[in-house]
């Protein structure tokens, strides 16, 4: 079955992926402006770039564990997954910039500092775009495949930074927001590694 799916999954082409989540981008917008995404649209609009965001951080993350332990390979799709969380991420803070700050740059710049989920959102966009503009060939190239990979592991600091600036972003306790960052924990967990030293004292215990 897994051999079927994966023979499937080798023959779509990586633009598909693209165009599967870029094309819903103008069509919130345009639910926006006509009275689709209830009575704060502006919010609304940037609550729904934001969680897409997280999820497709989320894909990014269970790419390796899904095939480690059940041997889906999805891995011709990581960087656009990770292109696309960029992007993203990228209206998402345009729209908090141009359609709910208006532009009000002092403003802006006093939350950043003063309010722990904008500080907390801000910190873990500035850690994407290196990984953004690193994720081509040429880069992978320039830098060496092993500061290359060391880099991009800013992806596991950046994922949890991303789920706590949702749930602070709700001001009440809800569950989906605390679902993300559990998933999120989760699928680190899977990258733990123990210790030589603790690996051998777990053997000679």
């Keep these: 079955m897994i051999d079927t799916i994966n023979t499937f999954v080798r023959k779509i082409p990586t633009w598909v992926v693209y165009l599967l989540y870029v094309l819903p981008i ?24 934001g969680q897409i965001t997280l ?37 998402h803070l345009g729209i ?26 801000m910190a873990a966009f500035l850690m994407m775009i290196p990984l953004a503009v690193t994720s081509n060939n040429l880069s992978l190239r320039k830098l060496g495949g092993a500061t290359w990979r060391k880099m991009h592991k800013l992806v596991y600091l950046i994922a949890p ?7 602070m972003v709700q001001k009440v306790w809800e569950v989906e927001p605390m679902l993300y960052l559990a998933v999120i924990l989760a ?3 899977t990258r733990y590694k123990p210790s030589r030293k603790i690996a051998g004292a777990r053997a000679g215990g």
């Design 26 to 49: 103008p069509y919130f917008f345009y639910s926006a402006q006509t009275g689709g995404m209830g009575v704060e649209p502006i919010n609304a609009l940037e609550r729904e770039m």
């Design 55 to 91: 999820q497709l951080i989320i894909i990014g993350l269970a790419i390796t564990p899904l095939r480690k332990y059940f041997g889906l390979n999805l891995l011709k799709f990581r960087r656009a997954i990770g292109v696309l969380a960029f992007t993203y991420v990228v209206v």
């Design 96 to 121: 908090w910039v141009l359609l709910d700050m208006n532009l009000r740059w002092g403003q802006m710049w006093a939350d950043i500092w003063k309010r722990p989920y904008i500080t907390i959102g």
């Design 161 to 167: 930074l991303g789920a706590v600036h949702f749930i």
């Design 187 to 189: 699928l680190l967990a």
